[in-house]
């Protein structure tokens, strides 16, 4: 399956790997299941935030006057598809503490496999930030790729989704739908299942974070 492969990244590091094995496993107990999404947000992170503009500061450090680096202009915004979403925030706010956060509420429906909204709300600045999507799961892509026109049509200009397993259908719809979305992932997976499910996969995210079925 055909998609711009240079808006995709793949996080492959090691460290990245070897979690999503432990992920992956249905052996995994909620607990260790939760600390993993959310150790694993930390990675994609550090990736999704790596080419944020800087602009220099003046530093009084013990010694001496230093000229040092810091984000420029209005930052982060965490925008989680509710629910399996939110078991990513953690993460991205252990890196950017003064982030703020939105939510968009979803449910896919069981006969159709489209989304369905439920609520959204975007902190007042939304415009004026980078915003990262973060939801576990791609398969279809219709959740993501209406949070995506949730954004812009709050006039954001940079969206970045976070996701940590993904089928190439979704990875598809999502770069077809927008031309300037870029996606972080930790794994693109074989293909979905007749009932849309990532196979491999992982289950379902939301049920194993939460304990639910």
Request: glycine residues 8%; proline residues 6%.
């Amino acid at each position: 399956m055909e998609f711009d492969e240079k808006r995709v990244t793949v996080i492959d590091h090691p460290l990245v790997q070897h979690k999503l094995h432990i992920l992956r496993d249905k052996r995994t107990t909620t607990k260790d299941f939760r600390q993993l999404v959310t150790e694993l947000a930390v990675f994609e992170g550090y990736e999704a935030m790596r080419d944020l503009p800087l602009e220099d500061v003046e530093v009084e450090t013990p010694l001496e006057t230093a000229t040092c680096k810091r984000i420029a202009g209005k930052k982060i915004a965490i925008i989680p598809i509710l629910r399996a979403g939110l078991g990513m925030v953690d993460g991205i706010l252990e890196l950017v503490p003064s982030a703020r956060v939105g939510h968009v509420g979803m449910y896919r429906d069981p006969e159709t496999h489209e989304p369905v909204q439920y609520y959204c709300k975007f902190p007042a600045s939304i415009a004026e930030r980078t915003c990262l999507i973060v939801d576990p799961m791609l398969a279809t892509g219709g959740s993501l790729t209406a949070a995506i026109q949730f954004l812009r049509e709050a006039g954001v200009k940079d969206i970045r989704c976070l996701t940590l397993v993904s089928a190439p259908e979704g990875v598809k719809a999502v770069l077809d739908f927008d031309p300037d979305v870029r996606l972080y992932t930790a794994a693109i997976d074989r293909e979905l299942s007749e009932t849309a499910y990532i196979l491999p996969g992982l289950g379902d995210a939301g049920d194993r974070i939460y304990g639910t079925k």
